[in-house]
């Protein structure tokens, strides 16, 4: 089982940024995919961004133009860069990678407020 571990989160104003990192136990240069998810209180857990092995992103509407997904195979992480930050981005992000099993991180508290 592939661990994951995430960090950088934190209290943030509105249209700052703040940079999510996602460490895996073990190699990720040959996973299927990895992801961002979050899941504010009282709603689903939601797909925020996709990297895939061959580099293609996805994002969802939301954050399209404001966050950055990226992942480092050498050090065997991944990022979410999240630029002008919103009060309705606040949420627990949670790193997800399909490598053909599926793991997922503990989560790391996200707060956008003033």
């Known amino acids: 089982q592939v661990q994951l571990v995430e960090s950088g989160g934190g209290l943030v104003q509105p249209g700052g940024s703040l940079r999510l990192s996602c460490a895996a136990s073990v190699t990720i240069a040959r996973f299927h995919a990895m992801a961002w998810y979050r899941q504010a209180p009282g709603k689903q857990r939601e797909l925020v961004a996709r990297?895939?092995?061959?580099?293609?992103?996805y994002y969802a509407d939301s954050v399209k133009g404001r966050f950055i997904i990226s992942k480092n195979t050498a050090q065997d992480t991944l990022y979410l860069q999240m630029n002008n930050l919103k009060p309705e981005d606040t949420a627990v992000y949670y790193c997800n990678a399909d490598y053909p099993g599926n793991s997922w991180g503990q989560g790391t508290q996200v707060t956008v407020s003033s």
């Open positions: 990297v895939f092995g061959s580099g293609n992103t």
